[in-house]
């Protein structure tokens, strides 16, 4: 009878059901002297209850009572102590955790601690999920963004550049800056998988002559002041033109109907100047003709 009641009673506490259970990931990269977000979520137990009546913990996997965050900065160690902090509520079953100017000691693994506090009984039911605990990899140096371009330069027309980096800390995302002062630039922030989130920033303007051989740079900024760059040449391709055939063209045609205009104008000047000649040569001959005639008679 004993030992079916204390089964009895494991069974029916809602702390040990199945439904109390937490989702963390295994591992994520975290920027030495910035941030980083340990997502976390969970699960409990019929009706959800009030973040009043729960309290989260994190540890780490050593020990317990290797605190790293708890309300009571006491007992939280001196080496986590104000740089660690909870995201969200309890109440709506998140635990994530965000922890600041991190050191590259900081690896973990870092394990999720709930405690329901029963409103009749002063005593606390607890659960650790030790056996999902997150540890981090520690990057001395900051990703470097990535580049993008979907064409090629043309003079005259609208270029689009993207630049991408990866980062673990949402609640600061770093910022990207460009080396043009474009105003048309678009920000998107976006989580690819659970704890890996990528900021991009999309710049476009027209290229011109003057953009030729010319760098374009974007520089990541993270939490923490520690920066990466990346650049791209631009090589702008020149709208066609047809100059070069075209105004000779038109300046021989030019001068071919001045020419022919002058020549025309050349003969009529002295088709009417020989009518003019044969005309004083018809006056000067009946003139002659007269003459004779009268000294005839």
Known sequence: MMKFSLLLAVFCSPVFTEQWK???VNSLDALVTSCVVLPCT???PKDNLPTSRLRGIWHLKTGKDQIVYQEDMTRILENFRGRTKLLGQLGQKN???EMTDIKDHDNGPFCFRIELVENAN???NKFSFVEDCVSLK???EPPKPVLITTKTATEGHPYTITCSVIHTCPSHVP???WNRKDPASIEIHREINSGIWEAQSILTFTAGEKDDHTDVTCTAQFYGKKTSS???TLYVKRTESYNHIIIPCAVGIGTAVIFTIFCILMVKKYKNRIVELQNQEGSMWNRLSR????GRT
């Open 95 to 97: 635990c994530s955790l």
């Open 42 to 44: 969970f699960t409990q």
């Open 138 to 140: 520690m990057l001395p």
């Open 230 to 232: 990346a650049k791209i």
């Open 175 to 177: 910022t990207l800056l």
């Open 122 to 124: 002063p005593t606390v």
């Open 291 to 294: 003459i004779s005639r009268r």
């Open 22 to 24: 937490a989702s963390l």
